[in-house]
């Protein structure tokens, strides 16, 4: 596992988020293609709150102590739950990004991490402070693509698209 290339995709994002969304108008990064997807504004608010609540408490604790129980996420219509759509988008990225450089910063001042020590999780198994790391920025990827797939159907709203290309 190459800790360093993940810990460096983790830091790219915290940039690209913010370049991607700053420029947009309230209505676009609140806008929902259909009521049961999220906006580009509830997935960055989802972002945010999954790097203190999940991801970065999740592989500390795994690296500290594997056997320590994980504290409970309930992610079930978390959006909704917390109002994300109705938040400032602006600060919602602020927190992300702020939240994203605190990570960043912590993964690095880590000394001989032992990414082996495995946490072994309900429903999902053994996980690894590496795969959890892994996971990390997989979960990135999966919403760098939902971010796309709103922008996408915003220029979509705005005229044809066939000449871009198939999605």
Known sequence: MNAEALVAR???VGEAVPALVG???DADVRWKPAPEHWSILEVACHMADEETEDFRARVGSTLR????AWPP???KDVAQRRGYNTR?????VAKF???RRESVAWLRSLRNPDW???YVHRSAGPLSAGDLLASWAAHDALHLRQI????????ALEGKIDYAGQW
């Open 10 to 12: 983790l830091a790219a």
């Open 23 to 25: 420029g947009l108008a």
């Open 65 to 68: 102590d594997p056997a320590a």
């Open 73 to 75: 996420l309930d992610l």
């Open 88 to 92: 400032d988008p602006r600060a919602e």
């Open 97 to 99: 990004v702020a939240a």
């Open 116 to 118: 082996s020590r495995t």
């Open 148 to 155: 796309a797939k709103r922008l996408h159907g915003l220029a």
